[in-house]
């Protein structure tokens, strides 16, 4: 007896019902018509499809092309059921069961994710990033499964962010004076604008909260940090009212400190940078101030070594010292202490500041004759003749004011002459009597008169 081959029998299922299970993206219309190969293939092309879509692909397009995608396998599961199945209640059941929550979560996932983004877009244009992360920390997966576009600019808001903390930070770095830092910062300030647009309003939030912190800051520190924003970004309104303010201020503590160099470079800056500025007079005022003192810090060191003071030979001026003229002009002296130091203490200094000339001695001499007399000699009756003479002494005089030289000139200092007896020292066994020139005895007044001319005009 033939019997034929066994040929297995295709469920009938109503094409609505397999078509509304396809619409659940699993394949449940397949598995009603007992097609599990093609409910496989529709399963895992739809997750492959759901991980590009979510990593890969977060755009518009491929979200078509998952529209696509389930509506061909809509439309083959109704092809594929046929025209004569009757649509039976329970497959009706089971199709609805599986496809209505899949897609009623999915409707709501989207909705919510729109919600999301639409506090994400407000808090990118007030500049709040705290706003948008917390906004942010609400999408999961099924945000991203429901609507990858939203989502995906929601990841570009979290990178903003991201990056304009880190920028954040090294502007905050950056406000003792720490230019690299501040590079750090602008240059995370500036790939914000250029590779994440929309964001530019929350990267100006940070600026204007470095530049609101700028005129706190200690004026040296704020000086430096200016310095690097003028050379390297476009100077902003709080820069260039808080700059000449803070160089001004600088300058003052580095001259207070002794550091006149700095001072006076601070003080240049503000007045040729901003010549009409509040502080210009003061500045103006700073630079002479610094230069005055960087005159007596030069002054002093050429007069350092008091025995012989390198200003004899290399003068230099103090321009805050009072002129040369009438009056005392009480001078700093150096060299032959034996007569210098014997002058009125109202005619000699040791501080520049309250000096007018600077004095330098050179060794004594004989000067003029004065008078000639005899001593008896060793032997008797043969007297010995011994000449006074006045004390020569050379001086150069310059005027501390200018470091000019006022007088190159030998004062001749006068004295007594002829004393009763004249000591002097002999050599050996042999004594050839008194030397035949010898200094008059010149008291103070004697002193003073030589310098006089000099000192009192």
């Known amino acids: 007896m033939y019997e034929p081959p066994w040929v297995p029998v295709r469920r009938r299922v109503g094409p609505v019902a397999v078509a509304v299970g396809n619409a659940s993206f699993l394949g449940v219309g397949y598995l009603l018509l007992r097609r599990r190969g093609l409910a496989v293939v529709n399963v895992v092309g739809t997750v492959v499809l759901a991980v590009l879509l979510v990593t890969a692909f977060p755009t518009v397009w491929f979200e078509i092309v998952v529209l696509v995608w389930w509506a061909a396998t809509i439309v083959h599961g109704w092809f594929l059921a046929g025209p004569a199945a009757t649509n039976r209640w329970r497959d009706w059941m089971v199709a609805l069961a599986v496809a209505v929550p899949v897609l009623v979560v999915a409707a709501l996932l989207r909705l919510d994710a729109v919600a999301i983004a639409r506090e994400v877009a407000e808090a990118r244009g007030s500049g709040d990033c705290e706003k948008a992360q917390t906004a942010l920390d609400r999408v999961w997966f099924g945000h991203r499964l429901a609507d990858a576009p939203l989502a995906a600019a929601g990841d570009a808001t979290a990178e903003a962010c991201a990056r304009l903390r880190t920028a954040a930070e090294a502007l905050a770095g950056g406000l003792p004076g720490n230019p690299d830092q501040l590079k750090t910062g602008f240059d995370a300030l500036a790939g914000v604008r250029t590779a994440l647009p929309g964001h530019e309003r929350m990267a100006d939030v940070v600026l204007d909260g470095f530049l609101s912190q700028l005129p706190a800051q200690n004026p040296c520190n ?150 000639t007399c005899q001593y008896e000699g060793t032997f008797k009756g043969f007297p010995d003749d011994v000449t006074f003479h006045k004390i020569a002494l050379p001086l150069k005089a310059y005027e501390l004011r200018t470091g000019k030289l006022v007088a190159d000139t030998k004062v001749e200092i006068g004295g007594t002459s002829c004393p009763a007896s004249v000591s002097y020292t002999s050599y050996g066994y042999t004594d050839l009597g008194p030397p035949s020139d010898m200094p008059v005895d010149a008291s103070d007044a004697d002193v003073r008169a030589a310098f006089a001319s000099l000192i009192t005009r």
């Open 222 to 371: 704020l000086a430096v940090d200016t310095d690097w924003l003028r050379a390297h970004h476009e100077a902003t309104a709080v820069v260039e009212r808080t700059r000449p303010g803070a160089l001004v201020s600088c300058a003052d503590g580095q001259l207070a400190n002794g550091d006149w160099q700095n001072a006076r470079t601070r003080y240049q800056q503000a007045l040729d940078q901003y010549p009409h500025s509040a502080v210009a007079a003061r500045a103006a005022e700073g630079v002479q101030k610094a230069k005055v003192a960087g005159e007596l810090a030069n002054v002093r060191s050429l007069l350092a070594n008091t025995s012989a003071p390198e200003y004899c030979t290399k003068p230099a001026p103090y321009s805050a010292a009072p002129p040369y003229g009438k009056g005392t002009n009480r001078a700093i002296f150096s060299g032959n202490n034996d007569f210098t130091n014997r002058l009125p203490a109202d005619w000699r200094v040791t501080d520049p500041t309250k000096a007018v000339l600077i004095v330098c001695a050179g060794d004594d001499t004989s000067g003029t004759a004065v008078r």
